[in-house]
């Protein structure tokens, strides 16, 4: 598994497959081929929602204004649902056409081209397998992360404080989200709403709610986020930790220890499945988060690896088989609730957890592998195209 630092990436919303990784792979062909000219041609799910997603602005933004884009919608034998072509020109003359793919998370492969992504770090690459060395050498599931990567921890400091200024920044906003749905940011209504109904589990999940909220709206409306594993998810993650910093007062020392547990945790599924909702639905990118989420919860309050394992599994599990369906390709429709419904469920993971670890009967790495083979299963009209669920139901007005 490569280092938490290909899964924690900062950046710039709305989608990490549509706008981080093309744009890494925009500046990957400019520092190969300077001082061309170049045609895109974009494949998949880049083709059918990359409007929607901005594909086609951060491209033109990295490669020049002038960058001819092309929106491929019936190419079909792909190597990744979320491919693109790149032809380069100098002269007049076409000297060669780079196929690369964003495979989720900001992550991108280049054909033919090796090691474009960090070599790995962490030898071990299931959760069986981490579970059985770390209970071997008696630490904790965070403690294997440091003794792994000695340097991750202040990157992870760097995470948390970009994790806690977009909670705070969408706290504070009103207004329309871009793009044309008129979708109302909704984070500080609820947030700054009537509390004297609300009391103990309501008001955490309200609070919750508002976090989530916060930073998915920050998502959407092109500002800076922390993949966690994606642009789209990215609520999920800091709306658990920030709850437990803000109104827990849980120390910021916990919370880094709780942040390199989910960032194990979402690693494995990268690695042995995909976080990819072009790939395989928004349980890729939403069940991968809630799970991630409910592990960090699990850390925070000390549970044991067993219920640490347990939480996470639960957590994946009651989010299988959920599509990826963007309204009109924006990351606003449904993708913004259900980091709040996901915020919510990972509380409820880590509750089941708790009390049913000693009873459960599916390990983490079998439902990744069931969330990969689900995801595979589902019909491509839900596999972020915007051509069936409620993309293709709602009426916009």
Known sequence: MQSLKELYKIGIGPSSSHTIGPERIANYIKEKYPNCQYKIILYGSLAATGKGHGTDKVLRKVLGKDVEIEFNLTEKDLPHPNTLDVIVVKDGKEINTVRAMSVGGGSIKIQGVEYVEPKSVYELTTFTDIKNYVLSKGIRLYEYVYQTEPDIKDYLKTIWQVMKDSVERGLSKTGILPG??????????????????????????????????????????????????????????????????????????????????????????????????????????????????????????????????????????????????????????????RNTMASMRAFDSFCVAYYLAPMRKIPFDTIVKTMYETGKDLNHKYLETSRGGIAKNYKID
């Open 180 to 337: 044309g749905l008129k979708v109302q940011k909704k984070a500080k209504y609820i947030y700054q709403s009537d509390d004297i109904f609300v009391r103990d589990s309501l008001l955490r999940n309200k609070l919750t709610c508002a976090y989530a909220l916060a930073v998915a709206e920050e998502n959407a409306d092109n500002g800076e986020i922390v993949t966690a594993p994606t642009c789209g998810a990215s609520g999920v993650l800091p709306a658990v930790l920030y709850y437990a910093y803000k109104n827990e007062h849980v120390s910021e020392d916990i919370i880094i220890n709780a942040l390199a547990t989910a960032g194990l945790i979402g690693n494995i599924v990268k690695t042995n499945a995909s976080i990819s909702g072009a790939e395989c639905g928004c349980q890729a990118e939403i069940g991968t988060a809630c799970s991630m989420a409910s592990g960090a919860i699990a850390e925070i309050y000390g549970l044991t690896i067993d219920q640490i394992e347990c939480a996470s599994e639960v957590a994946m599990e009651h989010n299988l088989g959920l599509t990826c369906d963007p309204v009109l390709g924006l990351v606003q429709v449904p993708c913004i609730e």
